[in-house]
């Protein structure tokens, strides 16, 4: 399996222990989650806490076997939460795709207090942990559910997303065309691939298929995308 966190962020500790820490963090979060997404309610339930610091943010998130990037905050995360775009002035409807233990949704929740954040996933054990995390760290307005459970005719203003590149290629876009089409008119999607793992493909892919797409950044491996909404379908329900 490829490694998900193969390269530190500068600015994220000592890089050479972070890569280092990256790698055998991500094949103990290998065996323990294959298909992390699918939550395996078997899965042994082993809580601990792990912090996310940001010039603006200083939290503490419960993770657990079972879930994306239990052992540490994934690189990629870091990155998009330090020089993702900020959510612009007056939005009331953002969304986390694949909000896992909810770092992103956390975050934005504390940072758009006038806006609700929907955090989504397929995996319940993620969505009991965000539904926890963003309770205490008191971020009111994160509202977790299921896909399903969302709204059919909600638009939302912005979405981010870690997207979980790992279900494929052919399930990544079914995934990316049902929530990037329910972006609001004039709404934008910021996302955080791997290089390795398909970044500038998806771009190309996105791109083709009518979502505007610019690399926002670049750094060690990884690219920040900023993907507009589809002119035309922007609001229409699919
Ligand atoms: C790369 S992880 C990112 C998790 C979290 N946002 C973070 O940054 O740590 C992708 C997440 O997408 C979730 N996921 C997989 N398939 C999904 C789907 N069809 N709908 C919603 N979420 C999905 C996985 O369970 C996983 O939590």
């Known amino acids: 399996m490829e490694d998900w966190n193969d390269d530190a962020l500068p600015g994220s500790g000592d890089e050479t222990t ?3 820490t990256d790698r055998a963090t991500d094949r103990s979060t290998d065996r323990a989650t294959d298909h ?5 309610p078997e899965l042994r339930s082993r809580p601990r806490d792990i912090d996310l610091l940001l010039p603006d943010l200083d939290l503490r998130l419960t993770t657990d076997n079972g879930v994306f990037a239990a052992d540490r905050i994934d690189s990629g995360t870091r990155y998009l939460l330090m ?27 504390l940072r758009n207090p006038a806006a609700r954040v929907w955090a989504v996933d397929v995996n319940p054990r993620a969505r009991d942990l965000c539904r ?23 638009r939302f203003d912005a979405l981010w ?40 493909s998806l771009a190309s892919w996105l791109d083709h298929h009518g979502w505007a797409t610019t690399r926002r950044a670049s750094r060690k491996g990884y690219r920040l ?3 507009s909404a589809r002119p035309g379908d922007e609001g229409t329900p699919r």
């Open 132 to 154: 926890a995390n963003a309770v205490a760290a008191g971020a009111g307005n994160v509202v977790v559910a299921e896909p399903d459970e969302v709204p059919e005719g909600l």
């Open 83 to 109: 020089e993702g775009s900020a959510a612009p002035e007056g939005v009331s409807e953002l969304l986390d795709l694949g909000c896992g233990y909810g770092a992103i949704a956390v975050v934005l929740g």
């Open 161 to 200: 997303s870690n997207p979980p590149i790992r279900i494929g290629k052919d399930a990544l876009h079914a995934l990316l065309e049902r929530w990037l089409d329910r972006l609001a008119p004039g709404g934008r999607a910021h996302l955080v691939v791997q290089r390795h793992l398909g970044a500038d």
């Open 36 to 40: 992390y997404w699918t939550g395996s």
């Open 18 to 20: 972070d890569r280092a």
């Open 225 to 227: 995308l900023d993907v």
